[in-house]
């Protein structure tokens, strides 16, 4: 593998598409460009910040980063119920260097389009104007690409400039957790809200896949929380919420309504990665939602995604029924052991449609984050600094689109319960499992559900708790190889 000595020196040179519904997102592939020759105008900048977003495709791809956090979390399981990921029973050998990878292709992309920006001399103000925002765009990417790093490998080698030699990439190690959040995500995140477009602003009609103000606070008050300063996610995020210094969100009336995808950058959307089969880039997360799926398409894996009897418990305990109906269905498959394995049907086209997808995929997007998860972080944040009061006018917002006669009481608001309206509201999105581990409650709450007989989940295979060491995964064998530098995480 000959991928970690060309990382870091990667210079745009094929310009890929995103696959929006507009010409900034939908041109077809260009053929290779010259960074030195090429990027003499905003416009033709712009063609290169395309290539950063393509990599979000790659990121949040149905088998890499959005299946192994699911499996890592206690909402999902695997096909034979005995993937290292759901057991945690990782080695070194179980890096799963795709998100790496990918991650890092993003950085180092940024990184080459944020040089040429700053490189380039403005010929007026206008274009001033314009080569901020996609500099914005591009730290936004950077921050993005490191916050998932750091949360999945821990620490990780710091990169945030181009490199004229690749072997300069050998030798600078891995750079501490807290080092990323302070020198690199929370100064790119502040860079992206004060620089890129608002929601609703006229410039992103047709665009709206790209990176705006309102994602880049959502993202920083979501690195506050998870490194323990409530105080600042509690500062982020009434930007977004109270000053509406982003533009303005809402709750979507109709929770089913929100992931549909004749239903694309709605009101409830921050940033999602979009995917279109016209366009040549389809998304195919559905061919990985459980049994009943691949009985259907004639392809089972066995990481195939299924979903936990306790998440289905608990919807029901809950009453939960719409949230329940749009995020599951049975998995009711004629024949089965044990007869129903549901699966996450919240992505996806009806069990009785799926075959029709088959080789071309959907156009489901996929939501990194949207405005729910943003008024219930708001709601931990001021739990956690002793704003209780203030704290349950957002939790409710929540819960009252789905269950308007059940809002809870200020003496029943806990961190527990905002983990558990949390579970209910966005499962499947790729939040579980970082809620968890950022809460401490990973070890105890998985080991629960790993040891725990619930309906047709009638079978434990350990037999003690998951070792804290497995909530990161190991740092890829081959990259150790090439660079002794990068040392391997404890455990490992």
Not at 43 to 72: F, H, R, W
Not at 318 to 346: F, M, V
Request: with cysteine; hydrophobic share 40%; charged share 20%.
């Amino acid at each position: 593998m000959t991928y970690m000595k060309n990382l870091f020196s990667l210079i745009i040179l094929i310009v890929l598409m995103f696959g929006c519904s507009a010409d900034f997102l939908n041109k077809q592939p260009e053929d290779a460009l010259s960074t030195g020759a090429y990027y003499n105008n905003p416009a033709e900048i712009k063609t290169g910040l395309v290539a950063c977003y393509k990599n979000l495709q790659n990121i949040y791809n149905q088998s890499d980063m959005p299946l192994i956090t699911e499996l890592m979390s206690d909402d999902s399981k695997d096909f034979t119920w005995s993937s290292v990921w759901h057991l945690f029973q990782k080695t070194n050998s179980n890096s799963q260097g795709n998100i790496w990878n990918n991650c890092y292709k993003m950085i180092v992309n940024s990184n080459n389009i944020i040089a040429i920006i700053d490189a380039y001399k403005a010929k007026d103000a206008t274009e001033e104007a314009v080569l901020k925002v996609y500099r914005g765009e591009a730290t936004f990417l950077r921050a993005l690409g490191y916050f998932n790093l750091v949360r999945i490998y821990g620490d990780v080698p710091k990169v945030v400039a181009p490199f004229a030699d690749s072997n300069n990439a050998f030798g600078i190690g891995r750079a501490s957790v807290s080092d990323i959040y302070t020198s690199v995500i929370i100064p790119d995140l502040e860079f992206a809200f004060a620089n890129c477009l608002k929601k609703g602003d006229s410039a992103l009609k047709n665009e709206e896949a790209r990176a705006t103000s309102g994602a880049a606070l959502t993202l920083l008050g979501k690195a506050y929380l998870t490194i323990n300063n409530p105080a600042k996610a509690v500062e982020t995020l009434k930007k977004l919420i109270v000053d509406k210094a982003a533009g303005t969100y809402s709750l979507l009336a109709d929770y089913k309504s929100i992931f549909q995808p004749n239903n694309k950058f709605n009101a409830e959307s921050i940033f999602e990665v979009n995917f279109n089969v016209a366009a040549g880039q389809p998304s195919y997360w559905f061919k990985w939602m459980g049994v009943d799926i691949g009985k259907r398409l004639s392809a089972p894996s066995s990481n195939q995604l299924l979903v936990e009897h306790n998440l289905m418990r608990d919807f029901v305990n809950s009453n939960e029924l719409t949230r329940y109906t749009a995020s599951i269905d049975s998995g009711k498959c004629p024949g089965d052991t044990p007869p129903i394995q549901a699966w996450a049907s919240k992505l996806c086209p009806t069990a009785a449609t799926v075959k029709n997808y088959v080789n071309t995929g959907t156009d489901y997007n996929y939501m990194v984050t949207r405005y729910a998860d943003a008024l219930l972080m708001y709601s931990e944040a001021l739990l956690a600094i002793g704003k209780k009061t203030e704290a349950l006018i957002y939790f409710n917002q929540v819960r009252a689109r789905v269950r308007p006669t059940a809002l809870i009481t200020e003496n029943e608001l806990t961190i527990d319960q905002i983990l558990h309206e949390r579970r209910m509201e966005l499962s499947f999105e790729g939040h579980r499992y970082f809620d968890l581990v950022r809460t401490g409650k990973a070890v105890s709450v998985i080991t629960k559900a790993l040891m725990t007989k619930v309906d047709y989940d009638d079978k434990i295979y350990i037999t003690g708790p998951i070792a804290e060491y497995q909530l990161i995964l190991p740092i890829p064998v081959g990259e150790i190889e090439k660079d002794p530098t990068l040392t391997q995480n404890t455990g490992y």
